[in-house]
């Protein structure tokens, strides 16, 4: 009963691991959106395994199909279906864990909750589930950019290696030219290094995403509960394996003074009002205030593991799990194309739902 | 369009920092919750103001009136509303600000967004809007008591001054025995004086808060997007001033090793499955697993200090803004009330939510 | 869990007939409604008992108060808080029928929904809840009238005498002129008769209201679900003691053929286009299409009636229940403003809805 | 932004005519209830054209296909998908109306809404849409009658023939057993040669669906907004071509008096509660009383008929339209399985929010 997500902009996702597919149908987008399809297949295929030698070598084509909504190169108004079929399935590889539950995933949860649970490749709690939200973030940032909006993410942490700079003196366009997806290039060669140390361990390793959403007008969030970085917040934290989100300035602004903290406004030159400096992240009061919006999001390392370690299985008794299959060792690089996806879906939703702030004869 | 919250426990909140009061209607509350008034008015008192030196020192007696929903001392299934009228407004302390905007303040994006803003003491984007989460989250909490579920939270850092034991080796009834609301007294007197130098200068400091939910069972959370702690998320980051929000091990999971990181599952002596560690904070796959709940969230120096600051008025000239009235020099004492307050709306709406996981016969 | 209406102009209501007052919350309206207060009194004081002798004879002020929203004579964009206090309530007057199920009453169903139950004046079921929409209601009209659009309705039928001149024939000036607001004076008078007559006998019976929207542009409504008139249809039905709806042709058109129920489309001398007929009743596939909506309410004839009638009580013996305090014996005269109120309402929420369907650079 | 429909167990539907095919998805389906393919083809069958000389002569073999949420014949709880794929398609059949306004069709509200239409047998307004509805409701079926709940509808009238006897005296196993789906099968003869005459003329009629739900215990419904009267009367209002919709006594029960309306209480031989009479339609204050619901449904006469019609075009030119393509004269019989599926749609929803009625320790 959480598969539905946004107020006007809505997604119904569906779909697991090893079933027929992975889906999603998104009502509520504007009628007269140019549908691109090479741009939503491209952006699936950044979320799609198999890129490097430090993801998961599972090969997936994540070819979608259009089954709804779009009519001569354009969206309608109407409910926009998006389908994915599942390839290369190997739904055996998880019979030995039908009864067990996998440390730190959501084995024992599901089965508490549901009574029952499709264990091949974890069900709906696989991150294939996460194909649905690129596809229809896909679409979000094709009508966002008819808008002159845009939104960039990078991987800014692997382990305890962090690029330092601050994201306005980084080059953007490196961010796709190495298979980490960071945009620091030195860096991004120490992460890929190190991830790649992990997964000769059979090990995995957590990192954190780091998010800039440009072009945003002040206007677009509602308090005083569905704030922009409220909702960007959940949106977040509804991906899998993320454990924290913060916004401008975050953990680290707890420990400032508010005279060092706060935003002056000024006038720029061509009569734009800005702030100085932007620990508000470009929200304030829950509102978009023209500047950049930008967040982390932090992941932790992957449950799946090729190491064997205790657990329990459904009968209660002591088991082994083994890591089988094929498997991450670090989220992060294909986790950078969903942290987009899910803001361009937020910002969506609040685009639409800000043209209702004030009365106008429309 | 955003101040209506939760899914089946639903509240929808209302009111201004100098209107008529602040208030709240639950639609969703089961019938038969004994209704505590003294336990409501209990709580808030624990966010009112005046409560020591280092908060402010507005007189807000904050007491409430029952206007429907709650016959012969219980609550009858129909909706609930609680109803605090406001009291001591110096509306006029804010002629002052009409047509100024303070800096990292919501007085920018709300006339942006509304063309019309409500300035006195902030209007809705005041956190004397929290009272109305505080009385419903009460409600909450009286419900989960009944459900041997509840929820608590202390301040564990003030600017860079922090709790540094494990919450296990804390003694929580020390929590309300200081001004500050930490569970550390040593700690508490530092951060105490901290606050109270911050104060002395005209400034505001930040913070975070910490908390634990005791006796939630298994299965509560409802992936893929309203996984258990993105709704908590949310609904912590919904608090004003809130930059960040983290559970189980949060920033500080990223970099670990999966190894390490792994909950292990065993059985306990009666029989009971638990997790030897619980960096998953209690909760799996977006669902919980009946460990202890926990979160940080971090809070941001509070924009209003007694120092002038530069800025614009509505015309976009430069003006000084300074700050006058009554005002925190850090919020977290008093946001300890409210952070237990959403955590207790979102656990209620996911206990109630949960019901329909299975097919049953009743 | 069903007192909020409404997906962007949304309503939470609370109350019960002798609880400390009737509220609703308006969470969704745009800034800058001028909110005309007398306006929404007048409205209030259509609804209220005691206008002559064919209604209850309570007196109620239903005087209003506004908690919060509305600010230098504005709506500010945040939510509406209006609360109408009760008074004159004779909670005695129920003390007999505390045990007992009415007939056609809702004191059954409560009891084994809830497990407890308001007797008072039959708590939340009393049509007293209403007035709750009568003012959000005045609200959806003052902000549809900013548009152009109008609400009107009046009392077609009361028993088996029916208005039966086409409604744009009728001198919609004469309605609230006499008490039963029939639109034909001559009607009126027969109808005030009737009313009478049955009241003198300790009876009741039901009528019809007729109701019509001008000026709603063509668009609104949200297929395929949320349609204009399925919408019209569910607020319609959910008022107290209705019992059918229909709209255009309605249940007559069954009988007709196609080829003489179809509306034709021309263009009028101004280039505008309409339909010759309108059969359709303003909406065509769920989407109004700029002629005028106009539907039918059906409301039973009240249940309580100044008669002995056998019925059981909780313990399940039989017992006699007697109508005691002050009715309507016929509830269409008030039901006029209940009927427009919620017309207004989900004409202002699809207004709003609109704004989404077509993508637009503001 | 409408075609996501209910609070818990909640679906979202897409497809277009002659799109890629027709879908839904359910999200908030228990897990646990066993799925039978078989009944929900049944079911897609009952609907799909080509039944009898008197439906649409369009062959569709309406085969359904499970693109998530089902394993080893079970609901898990996540999300269900399923999918119809169009066949036997003829969208040059269209082309003649792609810039025309058919009278009373959706042409030209779409037009207006939407500025973009796909005119290909209707796209989405086409009455294909309610394929489904009728699978998710066939699943909604399966979970009530798991549940004791039955949902049963039959055509009461075509044109001006009519079904008089009472619902209770009919045999209901007559009902598959003739075209026209009326359990009177006399009656039935009648109507089908009503019909065929109509379409020999190139004509259409309207009719009424009867429907009934047996099993319903006391206690689903939610006042004051979602009445179950109030969204069965939404849900049916949704479906293509209705016009009205009343319940129990519903417009007749307004020329009673309330003294020959009210239904009596009485205790049966086994201690259970009953109405002596059911004028309340199984409904009182909005909520099931345990007796059997039972409702109305009129259907307007199809729009499209084998005649010339005057209309306009898009460029506002009067032009001529002639029905071409398969069409429906009589909608009624293949709208049986629609209003029972919607009726199941709204009971299975009402099931599951029922359950937060009463504070429970479960």
Chains 1, 2, 3, 4 share one sequence.
């Not at 009061?285 to 449950?303: C, H, L, M, Q, T």
Request: charged share 25%.
């Amino acid at each position: 009963m959480g598969s539905i997500y946004g107020k006007i902009f809505r997604i119904s996702t569906f779909g697991e691991s090893h079933g027929a597919g992975i889906g999603v149908v998104i009502d509520g987008c504007p009628a007269g959106v140019t549908f691109d399809s090479d741009f939503v297949q491209k952006e699936l295929s950044r979320r799609k395994p198999g890129q490097s030698r430090i993801t998961t070598q599972r090969k997936e084509g994540d070819e979608f199909e259009v089954l709804s909504g779009v009519f001569e190169g354009k969206t309608t108004g109407t409910p926009i279906a998006l389908f994915i079929r599942n390839e290369d399935q190997r739904s055996k590889d998880y019979a030995h864990i039908a009864d067990r539950f996998r440390p730190s995933h959501a084995d024992f949860t599901y089965e508490e909750k549901y009574g029952i649970r499709d264990y091949r490749g974890g069900g709906r709690s696989s991150a294939r589930e996460t194909a649905a939200r690129v596809a229809a973030g896909a679409l979000a940032k094709l009508m966002l950019a008819e808008l002159g909006v845009s939104v960039s993410a990078f991987v800014s942490q692997v382990g305890a290696i962090k690029v330092v700079k601050p994201y306005q003196e980084l080059d953007w366009s490196q961010i796709e030219e190495n298979p980490v997806r960071c945009a620091d290039p030195e860096v991004a060669q120490q992460m890929f290094d190190y991830i790649d140390q992990v997964r000769k361990n059979g090990d995995s390793v957590g990192g954190v995403v780091f998010c800039v959403a440009k072009g945003v007008p002040a206007g677009w969030g509602e308090p005083v509960f569905d704030k922009l970085h409220a909702e960007l917040g959940k949106a977040m934290l509804s991906i899998n394996a993320v454990k924290g989100f913060e916004y401008g300035s975050g953990f680290d602004g707890v420990s400032m003074l508010g005279s060092a903290h706060n935003d002056l406004f000024y006038k720029d030159e061509s009569g734009v009002i800005h702030t100085r400096t932007n620990r508000s992240g470009g929200i304030q009061g829950g509102i978009s205030n023209g500047e950049d919006i930008y967040f982390r999001v932090a992941f932790k390392p992957v449950a799946t593991i090729m190491q064997d370690q205790e657990s329990l299985n459904k009968a209660g008794e002591t088991v082994i799990v083994s890591g089988k299959g094929r498997h991450d060792p670090c989220v992060v690089p294909r986790a950078v194309p969903i942290v987009e996806a899910m803001a361009a879906l937020v910002l969506a939703d609040f685009y639409l739902r800000n043209k209702s702030s004030k009365l106008s004869r429309d």
